[in-house]
């Protein structure tokens, strides 16, 4: 007997059909593509050196990674529980406690590496 939920048996597949849910379904999501693309031309534009690339794809990557885990886990709340329920809103609230945590970190990176260079071409 095949259970509805059994391992996917292609990891690449389910991996990129999970993106395009998360992209489709979540504004979060969206909206973090939009300040990613925006990092990137603004990168290109500055011309920002190898290490702040470094710092901005990684600031990229682990911003988009908190915010599909936090996806996941709501996901998963909901699935075990649509009653109202303490620990359910616990586990929410926590996941996107650390998500915000973790967007001041990456606004507070791209500060440090743009403000310099927005003071350099408005002093031109």
Same mark, same amino acid.
């Given at each position: 007997?095949?259970?509805?939920?059994?391992?996917?048996?292609?990891?690449?597949?389910?991996?990129?059909?999970?993106?395009?849910?998360?992209?489709?379904?979540?504004?979060?999501?969206?909206? @973090? /593509?939009?300040?990613?693309?925006?990092? $990137?031309?603004?990168?290109?534009?500055?011309? &920002?050196?190898? =290490?702040?690339? !470094?710092?901005?794809?990684?600031?990229?990557?682990?911003?988009?990674?908190?915010?599909?885990?936090?996806?996941?886990i709501e996901a998963t709340?909901?699935?075990?529980?649509?009653?109202?329920?303490?620990?359910?809103?616990?586990?929410? @609230? /926590?996941?996107?406690?650390?998500?915000? $945590?973790?967007?001041?970190?990456?606004?507070? &990176?791209?500060? =440090?590496?743009? !403000?310099?260079?927005?003071?350099?071409?408005?002093?031109?």
């Open positions: 007997m095949k259970l509805e939920n059994e391992k996917c048996s292609n990891a690449f597949v389910c991996a990129v059909r999970g993106l395009r849910e998360a992209i489709k379904t979540e504004k979060n999501v969206k909206f @973090d /593509i939009v300040v990613a693309t925006i990092i $990137i031309a603004f990168g290109f534009y500055f011309r &920002i050196s190898t =290490i702040e690339w !470094i710092v901005c794809v990684l600031s990229i990557g682990v911003m988009l990674f908190a915010e599909f885990m936090n996806t996941a709340v909901d699935l075990v529980t649509r009653e109202k329920n303490k620990q359910a809103e616990k586990a929410k @609230d /926590i996941s996107a406690g650390a998500v915000l $945590i973790l967007s001041i970190n990456v606004a507070v &990176i791209g500060l =440090i590496v743009f !403000i310099p260079k927005l003071i350099e071409l408005i002093h031109k």
